[in-house]
Structure formats: structure tokens, C-alpha cells
């Protein structure tokens, strides 16, 4: 149990486009959902949680306005980057959370972006 | 100074070693420790998580934490190729379920035949 799936594993797009990825918790509700970008050879850092129903909190640095995320369902999560440029490739990954204090987050596949 | 300081190797060692990955961290609110494995281009798996300071063992993985020192470790012993991925520590100060993770860099391990 505890599958977390993320649509599409890869992307490849052009510069000033948008992209959407889903992530999406399969056999579980998640009560918060995370995301996460990782460059290579780099950790990963958060960039927001969200809770179903209400609006993500991001972490400093990240703008709101470009990476726009909806938690609209204890399943679903999406993030939209908007207007993609070139710095935005990378490695983003969800995770999600059930909720309950012995549980953990339970990670997406990841997700590849490519800006050309 | 990051928060978690972790070495990024590649670590190569024969099948059947021990194999010992650490983790510095600065941040003395951390309270939960997990060790997570990533595959090439997949997204993170736990392995081990610890609370407060302590060793705890699960199968060939044992993860020891010293919060006296900053310092936690994972240990794999009778290492196999299929270990071979990369390892990242990760802390967090409230839970680790709905608290924010830091994670450190990685180390690649490499297992040999």
C-alpha cells in the first residue's frame, strides 16, 4: 500500500509554455502533499505543502505566481509551472502524507522537466 | 553552512562489505532521522527512520543516531549490487510525516560483484 503515482515521468517542452504534472496518492488519502525539486547532484529541497482544500504554503524563494499548485481532492495534487524557462528543468517530485504521527511521506516517481 | 552536510561519494565497495554512509547536521531541533534510497531517476524510498538519539536495526540496515554529536549514520552490511543507488539522509523537527524534510546531497554507492 501507500502508492504515490506522478504524471508524466517526462516532459519536454519550449521556453514561455506551461506545464502541468499530477501526483496523485492511489490506495490512500492524503491529507498533505508535498513537492519537492531536485537539480543534479543536489538534494532535494522543498518548494511547498499543501492540504487539501486550502492554498499551498511555499518555502522562501519559490514564487507562488510561477509554480502555481492545487490540492482540489485527498488524492490529487497538481503543479503548474508557467511560463517554463530553461532554469526551471529539473527533477520535481511529490510526496504524500496519510496523517498520524508513526507515518511517514510517501514519495512520487518524479517527475523530469526539460525547458528547451 | 547547510543544514545537513552529507558526502556525495560515489562510494564503490566489493560485494559483502559494510558499508557505512553519514550525515552531519547543524540544526540541534531536529528531532527525526530517516534514511531514504533513490534509484537512478525514481523518486525516494525510506529505508530507516529514528527518533531522538539511538541505534536501530532492520534486517542488513542499522541506523545509528547521535544528537550529542550531529551525527547519524546508516550501516549496510553483506552489501549486495542491488543496494547499489543513491542514499539520502533526511531530518525534520516536528514529524516526519507532516513536517517540512531537509535532506542532505546524497551519497552514490556503487557494489561491485
Known amino acids: 500500500g501507500a502508492v504515490v503515482s506522478q504524471h508524466p515521468s517526462r516532459v519536454i517542452c519550449k521556453s514561455g509554455t506551461s506545464v502541468k504534472i499530477e501526483c496523485r496518492s492511489l490506495?490512500?488519502?492524503?491529507?498533505?502533499m508535498f513537492w519537492y525539486r531536485q537539480f543534479p547532484k543536489q538534494s532535494l529541497m522543498l518548494m511547498a505543502t499543501?492540504?487539501?482544500?486550502?492554498?499551498?504554503?511555499?518555502e522562501q524563494g519559490v514564487e507562488k505566481d510561477k509554480f502555481l499548485i492545487n490540492h482540489a481532492s485527498l488524492t490529487l495534487s497538481t503543479l503548474t509551472v508557467t511560463s517554463a524557462h530553461p532554469e526551471d528543468s529539473s527533477f520535481y517530485i511529490c510526496?504524500?502524507?496519510?496523517?498520524?504521527?508513526?507515518?511517514?511521506?510517501?514519495f512520487g516517481p518524479g517527475t523530469r522537466l526539460t525547458v528547451l | 553552512q547547510k543544514e545537513v552536510e552529507q558526502d556525495p561519494g560515489p562510494l564503490s565497495v566489493p560485494e559483502g562489505a559494510i558499508v557505512s554512509l553519514n550525515c552531519t547536521y547543524s540544526?540541534?531541533?531536529?528531532?527525526?532521522f530517516m534514511w531514504y534510497r533513490q534509484y537512478s531517476r525514481k523518486g525516494p524510498e525510506l529505508l530507516m527512520y529514528?527518533?531522538?538519539?539511538g541505534n536501530k536495526e532492520d534486517g542488513r540496515f542499522t541506523a545509528q543516531v547521535d544528537k550529542s554529536s550531529k551525527y547519524i549514520s546508516l550501516f549496510i552490511r553483506d552489501s549486495q549490487p542491488s543496494d547499489s543507488a543513491t542514499y539520502l539522509c533526511?531530518?525534520?523537527?516536528?514529524?516526519?510525516?507532516?513536517?517540512?524534510?531537509?535532506f542532505g546531497t546524497g551519497t552514490r554507492l556503487q557494489v561491485f560483484p
Open positions: 510526496s504524500a502524507a496519510r496523517g498520524g504521527s508513526t507515518d511517514t511521506q510517501y
Open positions: 499543501s492540504n487539501e482544500g486550502s492554498k499551498a504554503t511555499y
Open positions: 533526511a531530518m525534520s523537527s516536528e514529524s516526519y510525516n507532516t513536517d517540512k524534510l531537509i
Open positions: 540544526n540541534s531541533a531536529f528531532q527525526y
Open positions: 490506495d490512500f488519502q492524503a491529507t498533505t
Open positions: 529514528t527518533y531522538s538519539s
